[in-house]
């Protein structure tokens, strides 16, 4: 049972370039969202999915998209990086079931220069 | 918009201590989450709080929630030095369970021998 899976876990962009940040889970869960945390800062949700088909805002959207076609996978892309996008992203998933322990993936360092 | 407030952001103690970390939040929520982070790492899930009154308790820490005063608090007993992480606290303001989470900043803890 693998959890949560990232990848990659660094990356180093140049300002402007896209990329996509994978994030797969095999717990069958039907939530799954993420976060970014930077310095002295709790984790800020950027996006969320309730199941495959149906994706949200969250807090920070800006700069980023989304998509979930399966249950399993939810990559995060970064349409056009800027240095302000440098930051750990993290992925998580849980059941729908309230109150069920959230899964944090390993985490994404992105830097953007 | 959801307010998640932790104090203090930084404790330095000594083993054997003991210390009290607190969760303030804005708005009304029966959910609150405790995350343990260590450097460079993931968050491990410490602890779901789901109702008024809710009290948990694992090893060296105990939490607990009081919806009414919308506050949590992270209590540690005879602190030691494997405890020193960062702690977050998170809170989940829909009361549906959709856990789109509002993290507090975190509180960075050091266990001094």
């Known amino acids: 049972n693998a959890g949560v899976t990232q990848t990659p876990k660094f990356q180093v962009l140049k300002t402007g370039q896209s990329m996509t940040l994978q994030c797969a889970q095999d717990m069958n869960h039907e939530y799954m969202s993420w976060y970014r945390q930077d310095p002295g800062m709790g984790l800020r949700l950027i996006h969320y999915?309730?199941?495959?088909?149906?994706?949200d805002q969250g807090e920070v959207p800006n700069g980023y998209n989304v998509s979930r076609s399966t249950t399993e996978d939810f990559p995060l892309r970064l349409l056009s990086a800027a240095p302000s996008q440098t930051s750990v992203y993290f992925c998580?998933?849980?059941?729908?079931?309230?109150?069920?322990?959230?899964?944090f993936g390993e985490g994404s360092w992105l830097t953007v220069v | 918009e959801l307010k998640v407030e932790q104090n203090p952001l930084f404790l330095s103690m000594q083993e054997g201590k003991n210390y009290t970390i607190y969760c303030n939040y804005s708005?009304?929520?029966?959910?609150l989450y405790w995350y343990r982070q260590d450097p460079g790492k993931s968050l491990e899930s410490l602890f779901v709080?789901?109702?008024?009154?809710a009290v948990k308790q694992e090893g060296r820490l105990m939490a607990s929630l009081d919806t009414k005063a919308r506050l949590s608090t992270l209590h540690i007993t005879a602190a030691v030095h494997d405890l020193s992480a960062t702690y977050f606290c998170a809170v989940d303001p829909s009361g549906a369970g959709s856990y789109q989470l509002t993290f507090g900043k975190g509180t960075k803890l050091s266990v001094i021998p």
């Open positions: 708005t009304t929520s029966d959910r």
């Open positions: 998580a998933s849980r059941r729908q079931a309230s109150g069920n322990t959230i899964y």
């Open positions: 999915s309730v199941g495959a088909g149906i994706t």
């Open positions: 709080l789901l109702s008024n009154g």
